[in-house]
């Protein structure tokens, strides 16, 4: 398990953001950094390569998609099975799927099978 890697969360809801980098911190990961739009994940996973991404389905746009294809260290979080959520499930796989609510156990699990 490896809690130097940094984390990014993406999310356009401020307060769930916080939400997840509570559990997160509480649970040992302290290089945890935000974005409220895809376009500024986007910025930070062109620069960045060893960064594990958590990401809202509505923000997942074709390039992060491109980037997230090349790696095997990102969670998509959803709030509904819709068919972008379904088209993600396919092209980047369910493992890499999860939707809310979820319990913060749930979350450190999934994250650390891909760690």
């Given at each position: ?71 095997n ?38 994250i650390?099978?891909?760690?």
């Open positions: 398990m490896n809690y130097s890697n940094p984390i990014l969360i993406c999310d356009n809801n401020a307060e769930f953001r916080a939400l997840v980098r509570e559990m997160l911190t509480k649970n040992g990961f302290f290089h945890v950094m935000e974005a409220a739009k895809g376009s500024e994940a986007l910025e930070v996973l062109r620069v960045k390569n060893d960064i594990f991404v958590l990401i809202s389905a509505k923000e997942v746009s074709a390039e992060i998609t491109d980037i997230l294809l090349s790696q260290n990102y969670l998509i979080f959803t709030d509904n099975i819709d068919p972008l959520t379904l088209t993600l499930s396919a092209k980047l796989g369910v493992g890499h799927v999860m939707s809310y609510p979820f319990h913060s156990q749930k979350l450190m699990d999934k650390h099978s891909f760690l």
